[in-house]
Each structure stands twice: as structure tokens, then as C-alpha cells.
């Protein structure tokens, strides 16, 4: 199921031969550098790469994305999300969001996932991404949002994290008396 979805995106073809997302170290709201593996501390992690914070489709994406984080605290899954401004801990403040907001500004990330939204030549933000991870970074789907209805649903993501928790957990099921 997971090679299908891949599919669905091009640019994760790029991923490597083992359809994992690299280790990205990037700057935090707090100017903190940090890689995805250590946000991830053992847990599936969601990677939302975004256009800026001029985007409408963000502003209109970002409170379902809101909603989810909360829901993800508690049950041990991290949040990323990647973005070509210098600095995030405005944006991240001016929406409450507590997960971790990553400025690519060099955009050595976005060329590494071949993600340049080339159509936009002014900002030349991400295309719109979300990556659904394995604690070590293997892709288990990817949803590519250059159009909105291509960004997922909260019941996608939902439904995505719960078949990636399964598959990580040795206590998913509640173990015998």
C-alpha cells in the first residue's frame, strides 16, 4: 500500500532507494538546529512542507493542522513543518502552534526533496507537501498539495498514523492478563 502512495508523488521518487525522507537539520523557531530524526524521538512524525505564510490555502490548512497536533500529543506522534522564511516563531505564534516550525531559508532541503514550486517565481516556496513518516524516516505516504483537495484530510492523516503507529508499536494491542 505504501510503494502506491508513494507513487502518487512524483517528486518522492527522489527519496532514494529506500523511499526514506533524509535526515534534514534545519533551524527552528528558536534558531535551535535540529534534525528530523530527534523531533521524530522514536515516534511517526507528519512533515508538512508549505508555501509561506502569504498563502492563503496555508491559512486555510493550518487550523485542521491545529486540530490534529493536539490529538498527536497524546498519542506519540511529532509534528514538522518546513518553510522557506528566515524566521518562524511569529508564524508559529500567531497561530498556537506547539509543534516545531523549520526555516529552510538557504533551501537546501527543498533541493534535496526536488520540492521549488517553480511556478511561483517571486517567493519560490515549497510545492505544498505532507510526508507521513517512520520513527527512522521511511515514507509511508506522501500527499502532494499544489491543489488544495490534494493536501490531505484530517481523516487521511488520521488513518495514515494509526496504520504507522501499528506498525511500530509491539503493544498496539492490549497485551494478556
Known amino acids: 500500500m505504501a510503494n502506491n502512495r508513494l507513487r502518487r508523488c512524483e517528486h518522492a521518487r527522489r527519496l532514494g532507494t529506500n523511499g526514506a525522507v533524509p535526515d534534514l ?9 535540529r534534525s528530523l530524526s530527534e523531533l521524530a524521538g ?15 490555502k496555508e491559512w486555510a490548512w493550518f487550523p485542521e493542522l491545529l ?17 522557506v522564511e528566515p ?28 520540492l521549488l514550486e517553480h511556478t511561483d517565481t517571486e517567493h519560490h516556496p515549497y510545492v505544498p507537501t505532507v510526508f507521513v513518516l517512520f520513527p527512522d524516516l521511511p515514507v509511508y505516504s506522501v500527499y502532494n498539495g499544489y491543489w488544495f483537495w490534494g493536501r ?3 481523516a487521511d492523516l488520521w488513518r495514515d498514523l494509526r496504520e504507522v503507529t501499528r506498525r511500530v508499536r509491539s503493544d498496539w494491542e492490549v497485551p494478556p492478563p
Open 25 to 33: 537539520a534545519l533551524l527552528d523557531q528558536g534558531e535551535v538546529l
Open 42 to 56: 522514536g515516534d511517526p512524525l507528519m512533515v508538512h512542507c508549505y508555501r509561506g505564510w502569504f498563502c492563503p
Open 67 to 83: 486540530a490534529l497536533a493536539e490529538r498527536a500529543e497524546v498519542a506519540y506522534t511529532a509534528i514538522v513543518s518546513v518553510g
Open 87 to 114: 524566521t518562524q516563531a511569529a508564524l508559529r505564534a500567531g497561530m498556537g502552534a506547539r509543534w516545531p516550525l523549520l526555516s529552510d531559508q538557504g533551501r537546501t532541503a527543498q533541493a534535496d526533496l526536488d
Open 152 to 154: 490531505p484530510s484530517m
